[in-house]
Each structure stands twice: as structure tokens, then as C-alpha cells.
């Protein structure tokens, strides 16, 4: 298994720190509006990571976070006389919609910023205590400086960070780099803290939850590439002030989506919501595994389309030679797969998923399965490698997030099949094709 570690720039070979064992943790949303499908790409990405794994029989520890703690969450409060606690809860309760509807898992751990509130303040207190941080006026500050290999995982310098960025101008700071820790301030939701009455910054939330829930250094870590510099190269000179690691061995990151060759951006109004998405969100989710997660993808209603016509394209296949072996009852759930062309479809699969995670091969090998399930359905029936098709595109189509409905046959549906055979064999067309018309209302066809 090779993984492109972020850190280390390079490709390597993956070995978790516990046996049959994987922690990870992605970056989760700020919720004060509703996700763009920019936001959806670590979403599905992460997810299909997850999928792999446990495919593979590993247990995986996944966490993603909720940023319920923000400037822009405080001002939708005070817009629209709320609390900060009905806008997060109202766009949390979206995100997971937008989520499960896009395919992905639910079923993890989903920590809050404002559940977290003391073990922050007390990460917070140790670093200061550590000399790794500094007090003025109540808002506390991380000394970049204090750690030699600041800006190893943007690969810069801090000289070059300091000439290339946008530093805002703070007397308080010894270094312009110095990042806050504790926002002094009663605006808003705020905590009483050794420091202060206020509120954390940004940078620590995802630090402590992972020191929290993990208490160790985790496998992987990942989210978007915009939040490498300066959200994750803050976690990592975190990380090795208070534990003494860089708080994850591997750290993954997703290209961004763009729209009409520009970034999406919420605050300038070009975006296209998770949940305006016209499309089956599932084609759009192909559409995302359609590009090799660390390159950009150019977002276009055409390149869409190319992706709705072939997920139909699949669930009519993969639909149709479930419903020929239920019709038939002939279904095996549990079949072993000893057909030379399918394990080669699910050996190439395997190769491109263990290549770091190259879902574009994956979906290729995907397709050739298609194309062979195509072929056994137009010979005569053997119902040992129908089966064994099904099992394998099945495999495939889980690990992906693409599912395609399976459920078994009522009689009243067998009996029209059976009618519409029976019309067709006849040679009663008209009749045939008005049962036709039926079992493609009923999607049986």
C-alpha cells in the first residue's frame, strides 16, 4: 500500500501503527452555511479511504470535526437574532443531509469545538507553561519560531512566509507569524480560561480533539490542500510543542474544485451549493472519483453530464443482472469468484486503490467489469459467472460509495416478467410492449 505523504513529498509505503488498526481524521466544516461542492470533494474522497480499508478488514478510528466556534457563525447570529448554537445546528443538520445523500458515511465520530472546551484551554495552558506560547493583554500567541521545522509541510521557509504572505499587522506579536491561540473578548459565545474571558482560535480545536480521542500520533490525517498553510502547519508546530510528534504519520491532501477556472468562494458568491445539485448525487460523486484526488478538477455542467449518462449506464447493467438472477432464483449472495477475467477486473481495481487510492484506474477497472457482465449477458445464461460478475462490481461499487439498488423481486413484479416474456415469445407486440412500459415505470427494465 503506497501513500503520497504530504509531509515527506514523496510516496510511501503505508504501515499503520497498530496491527489491523487505522486512526484518521479529516478537517470538518465551519457551519455557517450550506457546503459547495468544492467543500463535498474531501467529503467523498476520505470516505472512499475509509471504504477501502475496511473493505480490507482493517478497523478504521475515523473522527471529522464541526467548527461551531467562529467569527462569520457569530455574525449569521446576530443577522438573523439566533443563537450561534441554532445556526451551527441548523447547518450541521444540512451538512449531514448533503452528506448521506452524496453517498458517504454518517457513522463517525462527529466532535464539536464547543464540547471540547476544556481540554483546548488546557492545550492551550500547556504550551504556555511549555514557553512554546505567550500571554499579552489576555489573547494568547504560538511562537513560530520555537519550532525548527515550521513550514516544512508548505515547504517554505519562515523567511519566505513572511515575504509571500499576508500578515496581519498585531503589536502584540513577537513574530508576525505567530498565530493566535486564545481571542480575548466577550462578543459572542465565550469561555472564562486562565488567560482570559474569550475564545479559541482556529488552529488548536482539531489538535486537541486529536490528542483527545487518540492519544497518540495518528495514522492519517487529511483534508483540503488551501488549509496546508496555515491551519495544518500550525497543527504539526502544535503537535510537537505539547506531545513531541507531528501529530499524524501520514497527511493527505485533496486539489481543489474549481468553478469556471476560479476557486469557489463563498463570501465573493461563486459557488454551487451540495444540495442544488439537479443531478443523481451519485453521478456527481463519480464525477469527483473521476480525477485523481491531489489534482484540481474543473467543474462544468458538460464534464457533469459525461458522468450522469454513465452512471445510468451502470446501474442499468449492474440493476438488470441483479433482477435476471432474482427472477430466476438463482441469486448467490455468498459465491467465490474463480473466473479469470473478473479476478483480473478486481486485481486491477485492488492495484490502482493500494497506488494511492487512484480512483480513476479504479473506476476504469470498474467499467472493464461492466463491459464483462455485458458480454456473459448476452450468452446463453450461466448463472455461476452472473453471480460472480455481481459480487465483484458489488465489491467495487461499496469501496467507491456507488450503490445501486438491489432488492429482491415481489411476486406480482415476476409475474408481470413473466407476462411480458411470455407476450414477447407470442409475438404479441402490442401487448409486450405495454407490460414494457409498466416494468420501466417500476425500473425493471
Known amino acids: 500500500m503506497k501513500i503520497f505523504n504530504s509531509y515527506t513529498n514523496s510516496l510511501e509505503t503505508f504501515v499503520p501503527h497498530h496491527e489491523g488498526q487505522i486512526s484518521m481524521y479529516v478537517c470538518g466544516p465551519t457551519v455557517y452555511n450550506y457546503i459547495h461542492i468544492g467543500n463535498a470533494r474531501p467529503v467523498v474522497f476520505f470516505d472512499v479511504v475509509r471504504r477501502f480499508f475496511e473493505a480490507k478488514g482493517y478497523n478504521v478510528n475515523f473522527v471529522s470535526n464541526f467548527t461551531d466556534v467562529d467569527d462569520k457563525i457569530i455574525q449569521k447570529a ?19 443531509n448533503d452528506v448521506e445523500n452524496l453517498g458517504s458515511k454518517t457513522d463517525y465520530i462527529k466532535p464539536r469545538v464547543t464540547e471540547y472546551m476544556p481540554q483546548i484551554i488546557a492545550y492551550i495552558k500547556e504550551m504556555v507553561d511549555k514557553g512554546f506560547a505567550y500571554i499579552v493583554d489576555g489573547d494568547v500567541f504560538f511562537s513560530v519560531d520555537k519550532i525548527a521545522e515550521y513550514g516544512h509541510l508548505s515547504n517554505r521557509k519562515l523567511e519566505d512566509l513572511l515575504a509571500g504572505s499576508r500578515i496581519e499587522v498585531n503589536d502584540k506579536k513577537h513574530n508576525p507569524l505567530d498565530f493566535v491561540l486564545w481571542k480575548k473578548t466577550t462578543e459572542g459565545v465565550h469561555w472564562d480560561s486562565p488567560f482570559s474571558i474569550g475564545r479559541p482560535g482556529w488552529h488548536t480545536e482539531c489538535v486537541t480533539m486529536i490528542d483527545d480521542i487518540f492519544g497518540e500520533e495518528i495514522d492519517i490525517h487529511g483534508g483540503g490542500i488551501d488549509i496546508i498553510f496555515p491551519h495544518h502547519e500550525n497543527e504539526i508546530a502544535q503537535s510537537l510543542a505539547c506531545k513531541g510528534h507531528r501529530c499524524a504519520n501520514i497527511w493527505m491532501h485533496n486539489g481543489r474544485l474549481n468553478l469556471e477556472g476560479e476557486k469557489m468562494s463563498k463570501s465573493e458568491g461563486n459557488v454551487v451549493w451540495v444540495k442544488d445539485i439537479s443531478v443523481d448525487p451519485l453521478a456527481f460523486r463519480m464525477f469527483l472519483l473521476s480525477t485523481h484526488y491531489r489534482s484540481p478538477i474543473a467543474y462544468s455542467q458538460e464534464s457533469l453530464g459525461n458522468y450522469v449518462n454513465e452512471w445510468q449506464r451502470i446501474k442499468k447493467t449492474v ?9 430466476n432464483s438463482v441469486y448467490q449472495a455468498k459465491i467465490e469468484i474463480g473466473d479469470l477475467d473478473i479476478v483480473a477486473s478486481i486485481q486491477a481495481f485492488d492495484e ?54 438491489q432488492l429482491p423481486l415481489s411476486e406480482e413484479d415476476k409475474n408481470l416478467i413473466h407476462r411480458w416474456e411470455a407476450a414477447r415469445k407470442a409475438k404479441d407486440f402490442f401487448l409486450a410492449d405495454a407490460i414494457r412500459s409498466e416494468l420501466a415505470k417500476k425500473n425493471l427494465i
Open 78 to 96: 446576530k443577522n438573523e437574532g439566533v443563537s450561534e448554537l441554532d445556526v451551527s445546528n441548523r447547518f450541521i443538520k444540512a451538512f449531514l
Open 319 to 327: 440493476s438488470g443482472l441483479f433482477i435476471a438472477l432474482d427472477y
Open 352 to 405: 490502482a486503490m493500494e497506488t494511492d487510492f487512484n480512483t480513476p484506474n479504479a473506476l476504469t477497472a470498474l467499467n472493464q467489469t461492466i463491459k464483462i457482465i455485458n458480454n456473459i449477458m448476452r450468452q446463453k445464461p450461466n448463472y455461476q459467472r452472473m453471480n460472480q460478475g455481481l459480487k465483484a462490481v458489488n465489491y467495487m461499487l461499496d469501496i467507491l460509495g456507488l450503490s445501486v439498488a
